[in-house]
């Protein structure tokens, strides 16, 4: 059904667990605080349950202990549990002191916070403060969640700022959780000498949990020419396309134009290598029908790339159309979840889109970090001067691939303006709206197989924020952050810049927002410090999510503009150096090494 909840991967999808932790002296003090305790853990259950939702649109599910615990035997009893009920996420929370390393969670892989109420009467802050030592001196690290404001025992609500970092923290915890055991599939292998083409297993292993799937792209061929695909869908998914597909103007000199016939040959063509790459990835039951049970099951591939450049497109169409509708939040079949394909089989960038979906629900832009255009050089080319969030200049995000059709930001917010909203928030309207704002245009010369590609251009206005996972010898991965808003130019302005490259691909005004030192002191610093050709784009500012999820899995952020008031790190980090929090990141990423060691 459309937009309804699907699990897609194979196994059960994590829960958070909720801890109550007690003092454990009886004869009066645990018993006073046993209900105050269980109410604690309820309410962060309720929160979490009903600010949150896993990326197929159902609500995260919370697991509480059974009891409170005051003690190790208590402890082992809620890890039992929580290990045979799929728990992803550990969240501990007391209103009192406790016996720290008798009460805390030790599983290492798990990503771990405590909530200390901050009370006098029973000072929960005084745990918390001795249960984070026990956690850095036994290597584990934790987040401290602690509010600032001092409450009455028995207080049942949870103040803005502790409602704030528990959500920032399950959310960044549960998308580590998620990543956990499923796989990246490489369609193919490296492109035109990418570097970030070649999957790097220790980084998909030890970072994040993932095994890596790789087939050759003439599986592609044997699954088209043997009709391993379901012939039904292929039929509807083909009529759709004819009915919503625009094909935009072929740019290509006469004697490249590809003939009617041979266009129509490459529209059924792409639509099967849609059809391939979703069952490639995650299976498809209707295969097993057909007498292709092995195929049937996929590869349980939570993302996945396509190399294309150059073995398949000096050949045969472009796999532009299969990644740009994969990636979009809706198809032949209606709304729903988008998946995370990359061109160019680019593993980092592919990784880097996967964050952004974990963190927002929503589709993610792959673009490429092509151009900055500083004000002098537009004027001089166009004669007009950038004014407004672009005054300062723009960098030009453009690729022929997966640039989803939810980013051309015809879906429309809560506040009314320009949006790329998670697939169970969008109407068909929209969807609509996103086609006809999209037109298919004719693949151009170095495509020598044909194909089409998307080409749109972004609304403006929307906020957005720029990443990237970049592989470094010596360091291991890094990451990137900027923060900024989409921005829409002049018409005439617009056409100029876009005709300088190629204009049949889908184009994004980005504007991050400057700090005025480092490499965001203007948009030139921001584009030359930039560790590839490739990014990926999220909406909405959520480069504080990145931070926190980076830190969980350890991978140090080597360049950001989000406010301090929004870097939330475990609380480790601060005895790595607090006058210096990016160094200080980098000393304690390395210090702890990957998640899974």
């Not at 004869?27 to 604690?40: H, P």
């Not at 949870?158 to 599939?185: C, H, N, T, W």
């Amino acid at each position: 059904m459309n937009g309804q909840p699907i699990n897609r991967y194979k196994g059960s999808l994590p829960k958070i667990g909720i801890r109550p932790v007690v003092d454990g002296r009886l004869g009066g003090i645990r018993e006073s605080l046993e209900n105050v305790t269980m109410d604690m853990a309820r309410s962060v259950a309720k929160l979490l349950t009903d600010n949150l939702t896993y990326t197929n649109g159902q609500p995260v599910e919370c697991l509480i202990a059974d009891t409170t615990i005051g003690g190790v035997a208590e402890a082992a009893q809620a890890a039992e549990k929580f290990a045979r009920e799929g728990v992803g996420v550990s969240i501990s929370v007391t209103p009192s002191w406790c016996y720290p390393t008798e009460t805390i969670d030790t599983d290492p892989s798990v990503p771990k916070a405590i909530w200390g109420f901050n009370g006098t009467e029973r000072p929960g802050a005084v745990y918390l403060a001795a249960a984070m030592s026990a956690h850095n001196q036994k290597g584990l690290p934790a987040f401290a969640i602690y509010g600032k404001d001092v409450q009455d025992m028995g207080d049942a609500a949870i103040p803005e700022d502790v409602q704030s970092k528990l959500l920032q923290f399950a959310k960044s915890a549960l998308a580590v959780a998620v990543m956990r055991g499923k796989s990246y599939l490489s369609m193919g292998n490296v492109s035109m000498g990418i570097a970030s083409c070649i999957a790097d297993e220790s980084f998909f292993g030890k970072y994040l949990g993932m095994r890596n799937e790789y087939v050759d792209m003439t599986e592609f061929v044997r699954r088209i020419e043997r009709g391993i695909y379901d012939h039904d869908e292929f039929e509807k998914a083909l009529a759709w396309v004819k009915e919503n597909c625009k094909e935009g103007e072929d740019v290509n000199p006469s004697h490249l134009k590809r003939t009617r016939e041979q266009k129509d040959g490459d529209w059924e063509t792409i639509v099967k290598m849609a059809l391939i790459g979703r069952d490639l990835m995650i299976g498809n039951p209707k295969l097993k029908e057909m007498g292709y049970g092995e195929e049937a099951h996929g590869r349980n591939a939570i993302a996945a790339g396509f190399q294309g450049q150059r073995a398949w497109t000096d050949h045969f169409p472009t796999g532009d159309f299969m990644e740009a509708m994969l990636t979009t939040s809706f198809d032949w079949n209606g709304i729903r979840e988008p998946y995370i394909v990359s061109t160019e089989n680019d593993t980092l960038n592919a990784v880097t889109m996967l964050f952004g979906h974990l963190l927002t629900n929503a589709a993610q832009l792959f673009a490429d970090v092509r151009t900055y255009w500083s004000p002098e050089a537009v004027e001089r080319v166009t004669g007009k001067k950038l004014e407004g969030r672009a005054e300062n200049g723009v960098i030009h995000l453009i690729n022929s691939g997966p640039a989803a059709l939810d980013w051309t930001g015809a879906q429309t917010g809560s506040d009314g303006k320009p949006a790329v909203k998670p697939f169970w928030e969008i109407s068909e309207e929209e969807a609509n709206a996103c086609l006809d704002a999209t037109q298919w245009r004719p693949a151009i010369d170095f495509f020598r197989g044909g194909g089409f590609s998307t080409d749109f251009t972004t609304r403006g206005g929307m906020p957005v924020t720029m990443a990237r996972v970049n592989l470094v010898a010596g360091v291991g991965p890094v990451l990137q952050i900027a923060e900024g808003y989409t921005v829409e130019l002049p018409d005439d302005v617009h056409d100029i810049l876009d005709r300088r490259t190629d204009q049949t691909w889908p184009t994004t005004w980005f504007v991050p927002n400057l700090t005025g030192s480092g490499a965001f002191r203007d948009v030139y610093s921001v584009m030359n410090n930039w560790g590839s050709n490739h990014c990926a784009v999220s909406f909405g500012h959520v480069g504080g999510d990145l931070i926190t999820l980076a830190s969980m899995l350890r991978i140090p952020v080597s360049m950001h503009n989000v406010p301090a008031d929004r870097v939330f790190r475990p609380s480790a980090w601060n005895a790595f150096g607090t006058a210096d929090p990016e160094s200080a990141d980098y000393r304690a990423c390395a210090a702890f090494g990957p998640l899974y060691k």
